[in-house]
T-cell receptor, first 114, second 113 residues
Framework: NAGVTQTPKFQVLKTGQSMTLQCAQD?????MYWYRQDPGMGLRLIYY???????DKGEVPNGYNVSRLNKREFSLRLESAAPSQTSVYFC?????????????FGPGTRLTVL | AQSVTQLDSQVPVFEEAPVELRCNYS??????LFWYVQYPNQGLQLLLK??????LVKGINGFEAEFNKSQTSFHLRKPSVHISDTAEYFC???????????FGKGTLLTVNP
């Protein structure tokens, strides 16, 4: 039981390049999330998926797109990376309700945009 | 709209000393409250959560927190800390029907020998 896995662990991009961050969970959870963590800012929600086939914007969605490929996988895409997107990205999942359920986090992807 | 304020960005303590990490929230409706811990270079994991019932909540690793509705606080405490408790601690709030968990900015707890 691996929990929540993320790939890659580290990535360096040049401004304007694109990339996709992958996330998968093996806990049969319905809800999945993408957050970014910046120093002194806590975690901010980028996108959220309540179930397979549905996605919703979070607090900071600009510059990102997501795909809930199936129940297990939730990917985050940067179409044209900008230095402001340098951050640590965390994927998380929860059984169902984001209000009351514990969220389980992956180990993170550290992204640098030059 | 809900928000969370963690009053201390850094808390240095000596090993075996007690510690309190402070968290205040604002929300117009009934809330659910969480504390998560992040060890260096890892993701977050749940320490404890308050959904309803007893206002004193016990979590993992000897931590506990008390929900105080009148003071809109959810402070985290541990009577005796260990070096291994060195980590960043995040308070978070949500409410019924809300898809979003709002996190505070975090408190870095450093336990010194």
């Amino acid at each position: 039981n691996a929990g929540v896995t993320q790939t890659p662990k580290f990535q360096v991009l040049k401004t304007g390049q694109s990339m996709t961050l992958q996330c998968a969970q093996d806990m049969n959870h319905n809800s999945m999330y993408w957050y970014r963590q910046d120093p002194g800012m806590g975690l901010r929600l980028i996108y959220y998926s309540a179930s397979e086939g549905t996605t919703d914007k979070g607090e900071v969605p600009n510059g990102y797109n997501v795909s809930r490929l199936n129940k297990r996988e939730f990917s985050l895409r940067l179409e044209s990376a900008a230095p402001s997107q340098t951050s640590v990205y965390f994927c998380a999942s929860s059984p169902r309700s984001p209000s009351t359920d514990t969220q389980y986090f992956g180990p993170g992807t550290r992204l640098t945009v030059l | 709209a809900q928000s969370v304020t963690q009053l201390d960005s850094q808390v240095p303590v000596f090993e075996e000393a007690p510690v309190e990490l402070r968290c205040n929230y604002s929300s117009s409706v009934s809330v659910y409250l969480f504390w998560y811990v992040q060890y260096p270079n890892q993701g977050l994991q749940l320490l404890l959560k308050y959904l309803s019932g007893s206002t004193l909540v016990k979590g993992i690793n000897g931590f506990e927190a008390e929900f105080n509705k009148s003071q809109t606080s959810f402070h985290l405490r541990k009577p005796s800390v260990h070096i291994s408790d060195t980590a960043e601690y995040f308070c978070a709030v949500s409410d019924q029907g809300n898809y979003k968990l709002t996190f505070g900015k975090g408190t870095l707890l450093t336990v010194n020998p």
